[in-house]
């Protein structure tokens, strides 16, 4: 009977053979992570302002929807009424479509600081890796140049 061979022992050796430095992959993870939590950071508060803004209006609107509903003596009262509603209506609206923009901007402006920051930080780690991997890779170059 045919025995197979195990190729378990031989990939250990071939991976042993290349020494890998795995700081750069935890680095660019730990980094990776941090970005991540700072932009959930950033959109989590806009969220939370969105929220406020949406909230506020729609209390001031149901306040408005009070005045509008209460019985009125002449009916020319409530056609009074019905534009006075949707004029302040509007300007409520117009007054909230502007802050939902302020915070739009606002994340923008965050979001393109922290990839730029992130995109300095990783072109400095990608520079710092790739010159010790040359290093690394030069030794290895001269040891076996040796060798023969």
Do not use: H, R
Not at 21 to 36: G, H, I, P, R
Not at 106 to 111: A, E, F, I, L, S
């Amino acid at each position: 009977m045919a025995k197979t061979q195990d190729f378990t022992a031989m990939m250990k050796d071939m991976m042993a053979s290349f020494p890998v430095d795995t700081t750069a992959m935890e680095d660019f993870f730990k980094s990776t992570a941090a970005l991540n939590e700072k932009l959930s950071a950033v959109a989590l508060d806009a969220a939370e302002k969105n929220a406020e803004i949406s909230s506020k209006w729609t209390k001031d609107a149901l306040a408005k929807m009070g005045a509008l509903s209460k019985a009125k003596a002449d009916p020319a009262d409530y056609a009074k009424a019905a534009t006075d509603f949707a004029s302040a209506s509007a300007e409520v609206a117009a007054e909230n479509m502007a802050a939902f923009a302020e915070v739009a901007k606002k994340v923008q402006m965050d979001t393109v600081e922290l990839l730029m920051a992130a995109g300095k930080d990783i072109s400095e780690e990608a520079t710092a890796a790739v010159k010790k991997a040359t290093e690394e890779v030069t030794t290895a170059a001269k040891k076996a140049a040796a060798a023969k």
